[in-house]
């Protein structure tokens, strides 16, 4: 089962790290808040954050800029 | 993480972290008289001293200045670090007897007034204590370094800076703000707030964050709105040859990093706004000009920032940065919008492009996408009044007439592409994915002005706004808020440009809820009338409703003004759908169900521009519906009524021919 960003299905594999995924969806702003099932990851933590099969990773990019 | 005690309590913290951070983590408090978080630490008072403990050694150190990197035993009140610290307190209190703060701590310590009095004894009760800190505000902080230390000995005192060339004091009030006993206040505002502190407090909370929190966010500070350059061609949103693509291989030799490095000034005050912190006016100094009136001029070039970098940058497929930097001079210069031009530039060239014109109709310039140096002419000829740009000069809305009637050019195909909406040149954001930043775009009172509503994270990326109620109470709330800024003067850019640490914890985070509640501070401070965030954006709707009836007034104001060209809802040609086909394939079958295999190219192209077509229109409904306005976009009576600009004269007349019977 893959996960899904934002409502979207993304491709999973072992040992994913959330900046890894960040990097993988070029999602490069600063001004995002991520929450994984609903549980929020402090910014620091995204390099130890490994993702699982079929979370649910919800990325807000807040409005700067505009 | 490196394990400490302080007073007895455990604790880990990362390495790096000060002793004062570290205590406050455990809840112990630890006095400060010099310290400001959003500065760097100082330890010029000392009142801080506690007694460290390394491999058995002891020492007295101040908690905000020193950094652990090793485990630790600190003590904050054993006899040592209370001799230290009371000692400093007593010379204090002999040459200040009466600041409040002094005897404050003095209270708290137990500590007495020494008998023997300091030679430069002070009465004052709000005498400054030279902690320092409104000099490291001014300086370190707002780079404006107008109070500066002067004399010595018992002569040490803050003073203005007077040698030639020094920055005048703008009167923020970032100094009165800081300073712990009282000895700077604000006392001539010639502004007459009904409360100057309650101000001052609302806008020290974003000088902390741009302090703090600015360097791990959008770096205003460092290279101003230039940091979306390389953000937008991440998401595909940088708009490039004119508006077709959202990114491009080059985008990289316009990112900030090149600017920051090369040719902005760094590390002075913008003068934008006095006294702002944000600081995010950047200027690229000494930079000899090679063309037009000035030639071989060393000038000072204002910007460039975001949309310039976008709209005179990708959008024309020049990427050179110091075309861009000599076009923003001239568009200054000339007093030329830099957005206009460069979307007038983009129309032209995908024009040149497609043979509508060519070095004769254009007097010989080659405006082919990438010329940056055919840019630069143009805008002179512009300037001058001379040749195509006499054409050019009329913007885009014009060009469009005059292409098909003079030069046989397809109608429909120059409405397509040229990216004007009200007359007014799109800024410089591909809005293709997100139905609501298109109408952000087409629904805005004066034209294609992004600064009403700014969606596209929110709507393209986020997904938060999935159907046309949720994206129409975005664009009834967020151009409400935006216009507030306009109402009463203000810059928009502190409200989410820097964000509170923890306003990801809040419950609407792209509101901003801290910040947005510094606004109605600095409103009632300002006023002396209370006012909440519904308040705020009631006094936008007023206005907004009663200028949409203006626009009426003078024939626009409709459904039909609120018109965009295709380019902006989806792919014009072939190789812009194929550029994205994934993602138009998968909507043609998600939403439509259709199968995309079994078409061709111009079926699909067909199909989608059919569905996105009526996407918009149906996003007209619901946002006319949320804000109260017909179908063909006039404010309601009742809406009017509701806001009370019923009670202009004319005005409901003015309405009454297209109210629905």
């Known amino acids: 089962m893959p996960i899904t960003v934002n409502g979207e299905q993304k491709d999973w594999r072992e040992g994913l790290t959330l900046a890894e995924l960040m990097e993988d969806l070029r999602f490069t702003f600063p001004l995002k808040i991520v929450a994984i099932n609903g549980q929020g990851v402090p910014r620091d933590a995204y390099e130890t954050t490994i993702l699982r099969d079929g979370d649910q990773v919800q990325v807000i990019h807040m409005m700067s800029g505009g | 993480m490196i394990p400490v005690v302080i007073d007895g309590q455990s604790t880990e913290i990362a390495p790096g972290a000060t002793i004062l951070e570290a205590a406050r983590s455990l809840g112990i408090e630890i006095p400060t008289l010099c310290h400001e978080d959003s500065l760097e630490p100082a330890g010029t008072c000392r009142i801080c001293s506690v007694e460290i403990t390394v491999d058995g050694r002891s020492r007295i150190v101040p908690a905000c200045k020193y950094s652990l990197e090793e485990p630790a035993r ?23 007897p009466n600041v409040q703060v002094l005897r404050d701590l003095a209270s708290r310590f137990g500590v007495e007034e020494p008998e023997t009095k300091h030679p430069a004894r002070n009465h004052n009760e709000h005498a400054c204590i030279l902690c320092g800190l409104c000099v490291r505000i001014c300086g370190e902080g707002l780079w404006h370094h107008a109070l500066a230390f002067h004399g010595k000995g018992s002569d040490r005192h803050v003073a203005m800076v007077t040698d030639d060339g020094a920055s005048p004091c703008v009167g923020c009030g970032a100094c009165a703000a800081v ?105 690229v100094d000494d930079f000899v000009l090679k063309t037009g009136p000035d030639k071989g001029k060393s000038v000072i070039v204002d910007g460039p920032e975001y949309e310039t970098l976008a709209g005179c940058g990708a959008n024309l497929g020049n990427f050179d940065p110091e075309c861009i930097i000599e076009l923003n001079y001239y568009c200054d210069h000339y007093g030329i919008d830099t957005i206009s031009f460069g979307t007038l530039t983009a129309f032209v060239m995908e024009c040149f492009a497609n043979g509508i014109l060519d070095l004769e109709r254009t007097g010989g310039l080659d405006l082919r996408f990438g010329n940056g140096q055919a840019a630069l002419e143009l805008l002179h000829q512009m300037a001058r009044g001379e040749g195509f740009g006499l054409v050019a000069g009329q913007g885009t809305r014009r060009m469009k007439a005059i292409f098909a009637a003079e030069y046989g050019a397809d109608p429909a195909f120059l409405q397509d592409i040229a990216m004007e909406a009200k007359g007014m040149e799109y800024s410089e954001y591909v809005t293709k994915e997100s139905l609501a930043q298109q109408g952000g775009y087409g629904i805005a009172l004066k034209g294609a002005q992004h600064d009403e509503a700014w969606l596209i994270f929110m709507d393209m990326v986020n997904k938060q706004i999935p159907t046309f109620e949720d994206k129409a109470e975005a664009l009834h709330y967020f151009p409400m808020w935006r216009t507030w800024f306009g109402l009463n003067g203000l810059c928009k850019l502190p409200w989410n440009d820097v964000e509170p640490a923890d306003n990801a914890q809040q419950a609407e985070p792209h509101k901003v809820p801290l910040h947005t509640q510094g606004y109605c501070d600095f409103f009632a401070g300002m006023t002396g009338k209370e006012v909440t965030p519904a308040d705020l954006i009631l006094q936008s709707e007023r206005v907004y409703n009663f200028q949409r009836i203006f626009n009426l007034k003078m024939g626009f104001g409709r459904r039909k003004h609120d018109s965009i060209p295709y380019r902006s809802m989806g792919p014009v040609t072939q190789e812009e759908y194929l550029s994205r086909q994934d993602r138009y394939d998968s909507q043609l079958r998600e939403e439509l169900g259709l199968d995309t295999a079994s078409m061709n190219l111009s079926e699909k192209r067909a199909a989608l521009r059919k569905l996105r077509e009526q996407r918009y229109e149906s996003l007209l409904d619901a946002v006319y519906k949320r804000r109260g306005w017909t179908p063909d976009g006039v404010p309601t009576e009742e809406t009017c009524r509701r806001l009370g600009i019923h009670k202009v004269e004319g005005l409901m007349d003015l309405i009454a021919p297209h109210q629905q019977k």
């Open chain 2, 74 to 96: 600190i003590s904050t009140n054993s006899a040592r670090a209370a001799h230290a610290r009371d000692g400093i307190l007593r010379n204090m209190l002999s040459r200040w």
């Open chain 2, 179 to 283: 300073c712990p006993s009282g000895a700077i206040t604000m006392l001539d505002d010639p502004n007459h707030p009904a409360d100057g502190p309650r101000i001052r407090r609302a806008g020290m909370v974003i000088t902390s964050e741009m302090l703090l929190l600015d360097k791990l966010q959008c770096r205003m500070r460092e290279v101003g709105t230039g940091h979306l350059v390389e953000i937008m061609n991440d998401y595909d949103l940088l708009p490039v040859h004119n508006f077709r693509f959202g990114s491009h291989p080059d985008a990289e030799k316009i990112a900030s990093h090149h600017f920051k490095a090369r040719y902005f000034t760094q590390g002075v005050a913008d003068g934008c706004g006095l006294g702002c912190d944000m600081a995010c006016a950047k200027a």
